[in-house]
């Protein structure tokens, strides 16, 4: 399965410096690859494997739907409904962080979006904010 084909990216490299020259060019043994470009006949056999597990594992699809679940916790937009629920929420006076905690997506993603379809992004005021209610719990603050 090809990258474009699940949406996942590319494994980051661990931290290494590549040592420069002082005109700050990088020399030819920085340039090395650390694994030999794979040749296409690697590539044809992974892809005819790839193939063969898709059609007959029956792995797979456990398999592709932690792979959409993790797709789907990656994404960078919202929904309409889920639009409508943070605008709800927002009126009640709910935070960006809590509503990112309950929808489950990042509050950088929930700002830019409803800056970009023009929903005020403003800090709530104070007394607008929700209240903590006045239970027997309250005693053990």
């Known amino acids: 399965m090809s990258q474009a084909q699940t949406n996942i990216g590319p494994?980051?490299?661990?931290?290494?410096?590549?040592?420069?020259?002082?005109?700050g060019r990088t020399t030819q043994s920085a340039?090395?690859?650390?694994?030999?470009?794979?040749?296409?006949?690697q590539r044809?056999?992974?892809?005819a494997a790839q193939l063969a597990y898709i059609a007959n594992d029956?792995?797979?699809?456990?398999?592709?739907?932690k792979l959409a679940a993790a797709q789907e916790a990656r994404?960078?937009?919202?929904?309409?409904?889920?639009?409508?629920?943070?605008?709800?929420?927002?009126?009640?006076?709910?935070?960006?962080?809590?509503?990112?905690?309950e929808i489950g997506i990042c509050h950088d993603v929930i700002r830019r979006e409803l800056a970009a379809i023009g929903v005020a992004t403003k800090r709530v005021k104070s007394d607008?904010?929700?209240?903590?209610?006045?239970?027997?719990?309250?005693s053990f603050d």
């Open 58 to 65: 029956p792995r797979w699809i456990e398999h592709r739907r």
């Open 75 to 101: 994404r960078m937009t919202l929904f309409a409904n889920e639009v409508t629920a943070i605008v709800e929420m927002r009126k009640k006076g709910r935070t960006f962080s809590y509503i990112s905690e």
């Open 11 to 23: 494994v980051k490299a661990s931290c290494k410096t590549t040592p420069q020259s002082p005109q």
């Open 31 to 41: 340039e090395r690859r650390a694994r030999p470009r794979t040749s296409a006949d």
């Open 44 to 47: 044809a056999k992974l892809s």
């Open 128 to 138: 607008r904010r929700a209240q903590r209610s006045k239970g027997f719990w309250r």
